[in-house]
């Protein structure tokens, strides 16, 4: 796990060096131990290393192969990159590494862009051929690790986080209309390839972009994915697909348990989380398991030890639990601002932003459970589609933040959009092929790009904080394409993720898989009160907020008259959107 950066120029002259340089150091904490620049002809590759497969110099990146003319950098992991080592070995190839990353370049340079369908993984990389000029950017499937760039006629700029890009003078900060849109409307998710910053871009999930030497550009999506069973599979009962699923499930793990450092589990105390700990104790006993609580607000509580508590005892494993006082969630808030790529709203950033520090002291890789609710349909809003005759309109009125007239009320005009942008993205996105159950459709958008944009950000974002690498086997692409053909109503049973309910009491006990769903609890950031209510308030009327002129002030002060009144249809705070988007834009203004 690390931390990529690069300039290609379409010209000849200087490069910026002193910018690759910086773009590495603001990526330390994704890469402490060690850094490395290469520079040749148009092209400058940055890289800071979290060592973790190959613990050697061997590995080290950027890494370049003369004899293959090919150099790469690459942030991520391949799980199974010994066996197609093996394959490539087979084929003539000789490796001077134990590690990942010169699989890729053989890889390449053996089947070029149909490498990526051969690759187990998650990862961003940009790999350069010396004798052509082109640099090739590519993304992993379900975009677990990010790739941001900008371009204009003179070079284009790529890095694994966009405040890293603002390093370099010349990179335009004029916010995007379209952008703010899609934050205000789209639950805080700004989907590829936008971001709220008009000349930055994310390479799209499952997707490839090459650079030639004059800056034309070609881009391909390279993987999607499909619902509906096939085959035999038609007329499977539910244990056949039960049975399936454990073995996929199994084998997603088997596979993130691949590294030269011990691997831990996030243990929130739900069934994702305690499955993952029941699957990796058949693999290693001697498990270390970790878990977050905060203190009560309201009367709401703000841990969930009693669920992960059971389950570290059933697994007798070496279990750590923090407490977390309010003060020092409250001290960590402006940290964990800083370290989002973008700003993102959910109360648990924090709790993965502290729980992130204290586990990175007892181990480099931890398993966590993301990705299950998108996956198996654990949200509330799947069963209303079951039967909808109008998904989109079913899938807004679960989601989106804000009408129309509410949005008008909002921003000032000079940011109005022309059009329903947000509402625009999700019909064309129901519309493609390859989903026609309305809850399928909605599964694939959130698993394809709310899942993206929230929870998998999320969690890369506050672990790589702390030099913690994250792998999420609900992710495994196979287990993925095997979850999006099992049929809609074996996921919606048991009030959602009925499946994977049933999995999971082969392994874990009942009393934590019959729970009331629960999320991770900061009470303290989900009621706006006191020293958070205070930031967020003196954020919005600073004078580097009304010089940006984003929100209209009779809207603002609406929400500051009573800030628990005015919640999104996910329960979500409207003024602590609006809040950490204006504390996010003065953290990257320094």
Not at 245 to 262: C, I, W
Request: net charge negative; with cysteine; proline share 6%.
């Amino acid at each position: 796990m690390c931390g990529l950066a690069g300039e290609v120029r379409f010209h000849d002259g200087n490069g910026e060096l002193d910018t690759i340089a910086r773009m590495n150091e603001r990526h330390q904490p994704r890469g402490p131990h060690s850094e490395g620049i290469f520079s040749q002809d148009r092209i400058t590759f940055g890289h800071r290393r979290l060592k973790v497969m190959d613990l050697s110099e061997a590995s080290q990146q950027p890494m370049f192969d003369p004899a293959l003319g090919l150099a790469v950098v690459f942030n991520g992991a391949l799980y199974n990159y010994p066996q197609l080592r093996d394959e490539l070995r087979g084929l003539g190839y000789q490796f001077f590494s134990d590690g990942d990353t010169e699989v890729i370049l053989k890889a390449y340079h053996a089947w070029g862009e149909k490498c990526l369908q051969r690759f187990n993984g998650m990862f961003a990389l940009a790999v350069w051929q010396r004798d052509s000029g082109e640099v090739w950017l590519a993304r992993d499937r379900l975009g677990i690790k990010p790739l941001y760039y900008t371009c204009n006629s003179q070079r284009l700029l790529f890095s694994s986080t966009l405040p890293a890009l603002l390093e370099s003078p010349q990179v335009s900060r004029e916010l995007d209309p379209t952008g703010l849109h899609y934050y205000l409307h789209f639950h805080s998710v700004v989907p590829a390839p936008h971001t709220l910053f008009k000349q930055i871009h994310k390479l799209e999930p499952g997707h490839w972009l090459k650079i030639s030497r004059d800056g034309a550009q070609q881009k391909a999506c390279w993987w999607q994915l499909n619902f509906g069973a096939q085959g035999e599979e038609q007329h499977w009962d539910a244990r056949q697909w039960e049975d399936a699923l454990l073995t996929q499930l199994r084998q997603a793990v088997q596979r993130r348990n691949l590294a030269a450092v011990d691997v831990g589990v996030l243990l929130s105390g739900g069934v994702d989380s305690s499955l993952l700990v029941a699957l990796l104790h058949e693999i290693n006993p001697e498990l270390s398991t970790f878990s977050i609580g905060f203190e009560a607000v309201n009367g709401e509580q703000g841990d969930e030890f009693r669920y992960s508590d059971l389950i570290a005892k059933h697994f007798s494993t070496r279990h750590h639990r923090m407490m977390i006082p309010s003060s020092e969630m409250l001290a960590a808030l402006p940290n964990a601002i800083a370290a989002m790529p973008e700003p993102m709203v959910s109360h648990d950033c924090v709790a993965f932003y502290m729980l992130s520090q204290e586990v990175s002291k007892h181990c480099r890789v931890v398993q966590s459970g993301q990705g299950a609710d998108e996956v198996f349909a654990g949200y509330h809003w799947y069963p209303p589609m079951q039967g909808s005759t109008n998904p989109l309109q079913s899938y807004r009125e679960a989601f989106f933040d804000r009408q129309p007239l509410e949005y008008v009320q909002t921003v000032q005009p000079a940011w109005l959009t022309e059009g329903d942008v947000a509402g625009e993205f999700v019909r064309q996105h129901f519309a493609q092929a390859g989903a026609s159950h309305p809850v399928d459709k909605a599964l694939r958008l959130d698993t394809q790009v709310m899942l993206v944009e929230d929870p998998v950000k999320r969690v890369d974002t506050m672990t790589m904080a702390h030099s913690l690498e994250a792998r999420v086997p609900f992710l495994d692409h196979e287990l993925v394409e095997f979850a999006a053909r099992i049929p809609a109503q074996l996921k919606l049973d048991q009030g959602g993720k009925g499946i994977l309910k049933q999995v999971a009491r082969r392994l874990i006990p009942a009393e934590v898989i019959d729970r009331p769903k629960g999320y991770f609890p900061v009470p303290a950031l989900k009621y706006l009160r006191g020293p958070v209510l205070q930031q967020v308030q003196d954020a919005l009327s600073s004078q580097a907020a009304r010089q940006r002129g984003l929100f209209q002030p009779a809207y603002l002060d609406t929400l500051l008259t009573d800030p628990e009144a005015h919640l999104t249809p996910l329960r979500g705070s409207k003024l602590w959107q609006l809040g950490l988007l204006e504390l996010w834009l003065q953290q990257l203004e320094g």
